[in-house]
């Protein structure tokens, strides 16, 4: 017969949550490289994102124009829909010194906020306030947009209708 060890129940349920504890510290530790990865990763979509977002910029206005927005993605994992805002900014000291110039082309230049969820949503946001902000209709193709036609003054986002 062999001899039996006796462990009071104390000392095994001591080893228990040390166990469980354990076990839950490595889960947490695995899962962190996996988070860091998708973050890191969302970021990546999220500059590719806004870069193509500037280039359409660019290419549909011009840079002298384009020099008019900021565009920003923000955080949409708490919405299920695409969004953009629009919003006036503070126009940098650079701008406000080159409209000092006698010939400047955009001498009442003001800065355009467009923030979206994505890059699809900073265009929609950028079309928003060019139709319903600005008049103007974007046409690709032959016909595209005529860059002489551009406001010399661009209007202020809290002159814009407020729905279209």
Known sequence: MMPRSVVPAATMVS?????????QALLLSAGAPV???????????????LE????LLT????????????????????????FFELRDLPVPATMVAAAREPRAE???QRQVGIRGSSGV???????????HGCNI??????AALNKSALPTAWPSVSSCPQSA
């Open 15 to 23: 080893t228990l949550a040390g166990l469980v504890l354990l076990s």
């Open 35 to 49: 988070d860091h990865r998708r973050r890191r990763q969302q970021q990546q979509q999220q500059q590719q994102q």
């Open 52 to 55: 193509a977002a500037e280039a």
């Open 59 to 82: 290419r549909v206005l011009g840079s002298r124009s384009a020099e008019v927005f900021r565009l920003e993605i923000v955080d949409s994992s708490t919405q299920s829909e695409d």
């Open 106 to 108: 955009h001498s009442n």
């Open 121 to 131: 949503a900073l265009a929609s946001g950028l079309h928003w306030y060019l139709k």
């Open 137 to 142: 209709s974007v046409a690709y193709g032959p």
